[in-house]
């Protein structure tokens, strides 16, 4: 044990010494490096300011009902007056009664368009494509996360299938399909009398858009009383909802226009006029800027003031927001991020040959096949610590997104031949 204690001491004492000499050598060529660089990209600035409020719209409540409810309209779905929302069923055997209705009549439809098209090759060749443009507007929908037509895409698949299986025959002639045919009409008039005395339809009293969501503003908020509101009594709603009713089974948008109530700083709301038309830009399952109207500045609370907008777009991609916090875009810039010690200011003098009377110029070094390159740029934006920038030339030596350009170097110029 004791023979083995020295060994140890060395093999730590060995160890030590190594990781100090790699960070010895990595600190003197991170001091002695000729050059550093960093890589330009796309930037967009933005003059904005945040702002806290909630979403307004006009409802029409759809009351609770007694028993097994099955709601037959998608979240943001538009629905005509009369249009049917929901079913209702009395127990669990009626629902599955519903079932067996709808698969009964889907059967009945792909019958008679079968026997309908008998002996037509065109028909039959034609239910390929009607499949895969089937799956493919589905899988569309649902990558784009719009769930709005889900139930009739999903049917329109099983549908298309179905055609095509009796389409190209499964042994059935066609006296077949007639008898089939007319024994499912029987079964579906017997099964839809049994069911009606058990199955209500709730339909739209009003054309609107469908939302499951009611969260309890909408009685407490409407576009009526958006103009009443102060900076205060706007907080006192953010900071109080009042929960999901539990005596309305969902709700119809009743208005294409819908309105967004915040508080902002005072300074900014004074850059606005009514009017006017301003960008917000929005999250959660709306995620994008949206051009809307100024409808009303005021009344002023301290360093808040309270400001209505109003917009007619989108409205069935709003139907979850309540509560959002945006950003208010005054003014944007676009162009190439860069920073700001990468900038250089060229005089004519400082350049073999050219004539004093030039112009001056603004460039960033760009490294190109291991020598430093000189890119015109003018300055679009300045922030704190950086530039965005807008190329200036044409050609190859023009700067791009994903160049790599020159931070710092010594004895830089164009041309200039790096060794690192």
């Known amino acids: 044990m004791k023979q083995g204690k020295p060994l140890i001491t060395f093999v730590i004492l060995a160890m030590a010494a190594a990781v100090c000499l790699y960070f010895a050598y990595y600190t003197f060529n991170a001091l002695n490096e000729p050059y550093r660089t960093t890589q330009v990209y796309a930037y967009t600035a933005h003059d904005s300011v945040t702002a806290e409020g909630l979403v307004v719209r006009e409802t029409l409540l759809l009351p609770a009902q007694n028993g097994i409810l099955e709601v037959t309209r998608a979240e943001g779905e538009k629905v005509g007056k009369g249009q049917q929302v929901a079913l209702v069923y009395q127990n669990s055997q009626a629902q599955a009664s519903q079932a067996q209705i709808e698969e009964l009549e889907m059967e009945i439809e792909l019958l008679e368009y079968v026997t309908g098209r008998e002996n037509s090759v065109d028909s039959a060749a034609r239910l390929d494509e009607d499949i895969l443009q089937a799956v493919v507007d589905l899988r569309s929908s649902y990558a784009r996360g719009d769930y709005t037509q889900l139930r009739d895409q999903v049917m329109g698949v099983k549908s298309s299938v179905l055609k095509r299986g009796y389409t190209y025959g499964e042994g059935l002639a066609s006296g077949d399909l007639t008898a089939r045919l007319r024994q499912l009409k029987e079964e579906l008039a017997i ?48 900071n109080s909802p009042a929960g ?90 676009s162009g190439l991020r860069i920073p700001k010690e990468a900038l250089h200011l060229i005089q004519p003098a400082q350049e073999e040959g050219a004539s004093a009377a030039g112009e001056n110029r603004l460039v960033v070094y760009a490294l190109a096949n291991g020598r430093s390159e000189q890119r015109g740029v003018e300055i679009v934006h300045e922030g704190e610590n950086y530039y965005v920038v807008r190329p200036v030339g044409s050609g190859r030596k023009v700067l791009r997104d994903g160049d790599t350009i020159i931070t710092a170097a010594t004895g830089l110029q164009d041309g200039l031949l790096l060794e690192g």
């Open 191 to 238: 099964l839809t009398r049994q069911s009606a005395l058990a199955t209500t339809r709730v339909s739209a009293p009003v054309p609107g858009v469908f939302s499951g969501l009611v969260d309890g503003y909408e009685s407490r908020l409407t576009p009526e009383t958006v103009y009443q509101l102060t900076p205060t009594s706007l907080q006192e709603l953010i």
């Open 244 to 333: 999901e009713d539990s005596g309305a089974m969902g709700k119809l948008i009743t208005s294409d226009t819908w309105y967004f109530a915040a508080n902002l700083p005072k300074s900014a709301a004074a850059r606005l006029e009514e009017g006017d038309t301003a960008t917000l830009r929005f999250t959660g399952e709306l995620n994008r800027d949206v051009d809307m109207n100024v409808d009303r500045i005021g009344p002023t609370e301290g360093e808040r003031t309270l400001v209505v907008f109003s917009s007619n777009r989108y409205l069935t991609l709003t139907t979850l927001l309540r509560h959002q916090t945006v950003e208010l875009i005054f003014e944007s810039w």
